[in-house]
């Protein structure tokens, strides 16, 4: 008879090329997966600072044919993917190379999925924002090559993009969207200003913990099919390894990374940090903070990060809007798996020894806390702009995550997630 629940741990990721100095064997990925014509997705800081046209160079000096796209716009929206999807309209293309962060990464995953499988936009987003279709079958070769040590999407099966008309984030999950390849080079971080450090790495760090505290993947039901298993299952041995080792590395190297910006040595284990935990979530998924940072960073007015590059609109940067829930969520959460939070602030240099299981998981919240202060973050919701006032609408749009919220260890409703919201407004005074 077989088991009614799931007890399969399916692990799936990208080859990667990890390595100060990786850039430079971008053209032996390109020739061994035989692309003659590719596009080069790309942000205009990259190009404006020069790494666009020292990665296109490379490329050409190949005999490879390229052409740019270099607008991808920060935090993706509905409008600037199918303005990106357009753009390869005509063009005879068998591969894509990706270079930024997770927006290019993001924006040029979309190009490939509609280029190969043209649909409407809402044909694959998730339910029940979209239809949730599965993408029908396998895509181009993809290049990913991370300029931020953050979203990890060289590594997952996701792309993350901003409704705008509907004031929410939402996304697209399926195996077939993971990049072919990612070359991870930390010499490409140098550059980037300390707020985008800060906001990325707390990134990391969110998607290393959620995906070790939620859900375990043996307490859902066996699905039908193999195909039908979701791409995030939950807490397991194998995920665990990779988010375990980039928490305790953000704890490490988070602060170095943050006040010298040309630390080599921090910007690159921030860096395996960020790898590691791309490997973890999306394995086994996050859940409450980044179900809350959607609605967060698609309902915002009028905040502008200071100091952060290419913010054309009010905008609350993605690893933003995920930290300035954590601590309230995780305060939540710590019942359900209290040994598990304790061991997580274990790793983040909380001693925890002498405390009881609940007192020593409440030591996380507190120390993301610190973590948020010493990296000049917002102190909480109220900080961006929202007031109790807001707390329906970010409910609402909370709740169109159910992707996500399934893979909390504690279930969650409207009413739990008013008083973490109202919980995660203001931190110190």
Not at 223 to 240: C, M, T, V
């Amino acid at each position: 008879m077989i088991n009614p629940i799931d007890s399969i741990i399916v692990m799936e990721t990208v080859p990667i090329r990890f390595g100060v100095g990786a850039t430079e064997e971008i053209c032996y990925e390109i020739h061994k997966r035989g692309l003659k014509r590719v596009i080069l997705v790309t942000d205009p800081h990259l190009r404006d600072i020069g790494l666009a046209e020292r990665v296109e160079k490379l490329i050409i000096d190949s005999g490879v044919k390229v052409v740019m796209f270099d607008k991808v716009h920060a935090e993706p929206t509905d409008r600037s993917i199918a303005e990106a999807i357009s753009f390869q309209d005509g063009k005879e293309i068998d591969g894509y190379i990706a270079l930024g962060g997770g927006s290019s990464i993001d924006t040029a995953k979309a190009m490939n999925l509609y280029g190969s499988y043209p649909a409407p936009l809402l044909t694959y987003i998730n339910q029940p924002v979209g239809d949730g279709k599965p993408v029908p079958g396998p895509l181009k070769p993809l290049i990913a090559i991370p300029t931020t040590a953050g979203t990890g999407s060289e590594s997952t099966s996701v792309i993350i993009m901003d409704l705008l008309d509907l004031h929410l984030k939402t996304g697209i999950s399926h195996a077939y969207i993971r990049p072919t390849v990612g070359i991870i080079d930390p010499i490409n971080t140098i550059s980037v200003p300390p707020i985008v450090t800060a906001a990325c790495g707390l990134d990391v760090l969110c998607h290393a913990l959620e995906s070790y505290i939620s859900r375990p993947y043996d307490s859902r039901p066996r699905p039908p099919s193999p195909a039908d298993r979701p791409p995030y299952i939950g807490a397991n041995p194998i995920a665990d390894l990779f988010s375990i080792q980039a928490i305790e590395l953000v704890g490490k190297y988070i602060r170095r990374a943050y006040f010298n910006p040309h630390d080599l040595e921090a910007k690159t284990q921030m860096m395996l940090a960020s790898t590691l935990a791309g490997f973890g979530f999306g394995n086994a998924g996050v859940h409450i903070p980044h179900a809350m940072g959607y609605p967060v960073a698609g309902m915002v007015k009028t905040y502008k990060a200071p100091g952060y590059p290419n913010q054309e609109k009010p905008q609350v940067p993605h690893g933003m809007s995920c930290i300035v829930n954590a601590p309230a969520a995780f305060r939540f959460t710590a019942a359900a798996q209290p040994e598990r939070h304790a061991h997580a602030a274990l790793l983040l240099g909380v001693q925890t020894q002498a405390l009881s299981d609940l007192d020593a998981a409440l030591t996380l919240p507190d120390a993301l806390i610190r973590l948020m202060r010493d990296l000049d973050m917002p102190n909480g919701l109220s900080a961006l702009g929202y007031t109790l006032e807001d707390i329906p609408d970010l409910i609402a749009g909370t709740m169109k995550q159910q992707r996500l919220l399934i893979n909390s260890p504690r279930p969650v409703n409207e009413t739990l997630l008013t008083s973490i919201f109202e919980d995660a407004l203001h931190y110190w005074e």
